[in-house]
């Protein structure tokens, strides 16, 4: 147990940074350890099958970490994309691969089964390499997303429909297992609902870090084995057991202790799967392999293309989703393994198809270069892009990048200072990626992506969210992690600003004053006011209203105090608003006349 | 008739609120060519618009500047606006003769009378001991110093006397023009051709405020 760990460390940390050292990216990196110290390379590992079993519980976590991210309501919005791509996907892919297969000598109901396992990809190859590539944000991730999510749905009516089409036709889908399935996703939900946060925050309370993490891995890998009881894929599982989780409050320290095993557990996997990779039967059939995998590839990628152009993905990023999941996934070896024991796929062909499905999954990584360098030399443009992506070093992260962000944004870029940026909208990170920007996609709440955008070496965070409770947790966060990053802060309104004036936040401005006042300032002007007046009138309220707001942080932040002033808020305005007359006529009333302007200033004249 | 058309930087925080000022400014801004410049006007955030400031003053070949002294000088904006306006490059240096050979006439209003600017009097000193630094200051960028017009004691002046002064400038201007210096309009007679009076944007105009584009 300890060496075979001990190989699977070495192998990965010897492979992986060779493969990306030459820019081929982790996957093939771990798929190289993986063939090398496997059974047919160096042989100091053995049964790649159980490696691959356990492995799978990487897919697992990487599925729960995926869901965490998607909130119920933004999983809702995404249903065309998955039910409606998806099943577009699944059929425009099997139908031709089905067809290739009956040509291969294959029965129907074995050419039925190669051609639909065959259509699934591989969400753990086509996630890491879009995880290492920043492309989940960009739309063509968003879309390959989707139709990943489908087939992890569609994979379990497959793996029902396998027993029905074998020889020996067992019992179907009774009504006793679609119960299960339903029972099963029900309390789920309900677990994920009503149980896990009142377990969490009892043992977050306990401030024991490592029970918490516990806790995680036994909650997730409980979810995937209570699914898998019920015949249901244990990712699928952990997917809805994450975006059940999305909206709790632990969702950051869930990520984040998932993280390392979430990672170490992808790279077995990969390892697994090069293990897995049979050279013995590659050797006996390489030219019927060859014609195997590349129809295989050459049938998938181009029906992946048509599948991409009829869901409106963009001309230049069709073959690009092709390239992403033209390989084939994990379900196909689960779906092969039923089909042996149901006797449906006649003779080596279950172990030619697995071939075949490990082969491409290390012609992904192979591909996307090969799509890249096409793609360099078709849009020269775009090709110096990257590049200046890589070294950006920036000295400000804005986070938040809608309508108030981008003003400031825009004014440092036209300051020739370069910000980072953390959004959650794909189509504007889109953009500014042209732009030279560097562009982290998601909830900058999050610690690790707070990093990954460089919050240790910045020297400022231009916090620009607008919703005020997102935009506490960061200061939160960046307060508790980053202490010596400065904030300059968008407040929503004075309520917002009291809260981050109480973290202690000297720069805050409300997100609205200032545009409010040059209205104001302009009303003046169209009255008749002189500009420079108008101006004065402005800026001698905004000091007023300022003080106002300073004088009442002090009782703000005294409780008792506060409820008191949310009650007579309708009070307090009133007596601003006479407040803000006194002031206002103190100062221009007879106050700038003649007789006090000559008091201040002798050599004057009116 | 010749005519030197006149560029008038006017600089008041409140004109509306000005007694002399604002009668100064009113006996000439119908004189042919000259189009003012009220600097509070266009720039009440001190954002001075350097380009429109340097196409004004070389479209210019008489250069007025009005204003009430302030503090023995001129008030801030009107400070900023030779900071930011006769910049090297422009009003000096090798390259910088847009003013080079323009004339520079000085009009300025103080609270004090004749009398406060003798060393006895409340500033101790007479007043061209501080005319130096505006003088320099036109001088440095190639201009001719005409002879300022000084009106003290502007404020409590009287209303015929602030007449009279206001027909000094006038005459002042005109000649500068280049035209004959004309008693001011009466009722029937030639009005000025109202074509040839400058609409640049931020043109001073009594009781409105202008509009900037």
């Known amino acids: 147990m300890l060496t075979s760990t001990i190989i699977y460390l070495a192998a990965a940390v010897i492979c992986v940074p060779l493969a990306k050292a030459l820019r081929l990216g982790s996957v093939l990196g771990y798929l190289a350890a993986g063939c090398i110290i496997g059974p047919f390379g160096l042989r100091v590992v053995s049964d790649p099958a159980a490696t691959l079993h356990f492995a799978e519980i990487g897919v697992v976590l990487m599925l729960f970490v995926i869901g965490l991210e998607l909130e119920l309501g933004h999983l809702w919005r995404l249903r065309r994309a ?190 697994a799967v090069g293990m897995s990779v049979d050279f013995g039967l590659l050797a006996r059939e390489p030219v019927n392999m060859a014609v195997i995998v590349l129809g295989f590839q050459l049938f998938k990628g181009l029906s992946l293309g048509a599948v991409a152009w009829a869901i409106g993905v963009s001309r230049q990023q069709r073959w690009l989703l092709s390239a992403l999941l033209a390989q084939g996934g994990e379900f196909a070896f689960v779906v092969f393994g039923v089909a042996r024991s149901a006797r449906l796929l006649p003779g080596d062909w279950d172990a030619r198809l697995t071939l075949a499905v490990a082969l491409s999954m290390a012609l992904t990584p192979v591909l996307l270069i090969l799509y890249e360098r096409w793609f360099e030399r078709c849009a020269p443009t775009n090709e110096r892009q990257p590049d200046e992506i890589v070294d950006a070093s920036a000295q400000v992260i804005i986070a938040g990048f809608g309508r108030f962000g981008q003003i400031v944004g825009r004014l440092l870029f036209a300051s020739g200072i370069k910000a980072t940026v953390l959004d959650h909208d794909p189509d504007r990170i889109e953009s500014l990626r042209k732009f030279g920007f560097e562009v982290h996609y998601g909830d900058a709440t999050r610690l690790d992506l707070l990093r990954a955008a460089g919050a240790e070496r910045a020297r400022l965070l231009v916090l620009a969210i607008d919703d005020p409770d997102t935009s506490m947790q960061l200061v939160e966060a960046v307060q508790e992690h980053f202490p010596k990053l400065a904030i300059v802060a968008r407040a929503r309104d004075v309520s917002h600003w009291q809260r981050l004036r109480s973290r202690g936040l000297r720069v805050v401005e409300r997100e609205t004053f200032e545009s409010a006042m040059l209205i104001g300032r302009k009303a003046l002007e169209v009255l008749g006011v002189r500009p420079y007046e108008a101006r004065e009138r402005a800026d001698l309220f905004r000091t007023h209203n300022v003080q106002t707001l300073e004088s009442m942080l002090s009782r703000w932040e005294n409780e008792a105090e506060r409820t008191n002033l949310a009650r007579s808020a309708r009070e307090q305005l009133e007596q601003q608003m006479r407040q803000d007359r006194a002031d206002v006529e103190r100062h221009t009333g007879r106050g700038w006349s003649a007789q006090e302007e000559d008091a201040r200033a002798p050599a004057t004249a009116k | 008739m010749s005519d030197a058309s006149v560029v008038l930087i006017f600089a008041h925080p409140y004109p509306d609120r000005s007694i002399a000022s604002r009668k100064l400014l009113e006996a000439v801004e119908d004189v042919e060519g000259v189009a003012v410049r009220s600097l509070y006007d266009l720039y009440p ?144 007679g030639p009005a000025p051709s109202s074509a040839s009076v400058t609409t640049a944007t931020g043109r001073y105009r009594p009781g409105r405020a202008p509009v900037r584009s």
Not at chain 2, 133 to 147: L, S
Not at chain 2, 162 to 173: E, S
């Open chain 1, 82 to 271: 998955v039910f409606g791509g998806g099943l577009v996907q699944l059929v425009v892919c099997a139908v031709p691969l089905g067809l290739g297969a009956l040509a291969l000598g294959l029965p129907w109901q074995a050419a039925l089964v190669a051609g639909l396992a065959l259509a699934l990809s591989s969400t753990a190859v086509s996630m890491q390499v879009m995880g290492e590539k920043n492309l989940l944000p960009t739309p063509v991730g968003r879309s390959a997303f989707a139709l990943l999510l489908f087939q992890d749905i569609a994979a379990i009516p497959l793996l029902a429909l396998v027993p029905f089409l074998g020889s020996e036709a067992t019992a179907g889908v009774s009504w006793a297992a679609l119960a299960r399935v339903f029972g099963t996703v029900l309390l789920v939900v309900l677990i994920g609902r009503f149980l896990t946060r009142p377990v969490l925050r009892l043992i977050a309370r306990t401030g024991q870090r490592e029970v918490f993490s516990a806790f995680t891995l036994l909650l997730v890998l409980g979810i995937a084995e209570l699914m898998a009881g019920a015949g249901i894929s244990m990712a699928l599982g952990a997917f809805l057991a994450g975006v059940l989780l999305a909206g709790s409050e632990y969702r950051h320290a869930l990520e984040t202790d998932i993280e390392p095993f979430r990672g170490l557990l992808m790279g077995l996997f990969f390892i």
């Open chain 2, 45 to 188: 955030t001190f954002d001075i618009d350097v380009p429109a400031e340097q196409a004004a003053l070389r479209a210019a070949q008489v250069v007025v500047l009005q204003h009430p002294m302030y503090w023995y000088s001129v008030p801030s904006l009107l400070k900023h606006w030779f900071d930011k306006v006769l910049i090297r490059g422009f009003a000096y240096g090798p390259t910088g003769k847009a003013l080079w050979g323009k004339r520079c006439q000085w009009v300025v209003t103080t609270g004090g009378d004749e009398q406060a600017f003798e060393p006895q009097g409340m500033h101790n000193r007479p007043f061209s001991d501080f005319v130096p630094v505006v003088e320099q200051t036109a001088r440095f960028c190639g201009m001719h110093w005409e002879d300022p017009l000084v009106v003290y004691g502007a404020h409590r002046l009287p209303e015929p006397e602030l007449a009279r002064a206001a027909g000094k400038y006038r005459d002042r201007l005109m000649t500068l023009a280049g035209q004959r210096p004309t008693p001011a309009r009466e009722p029937g």
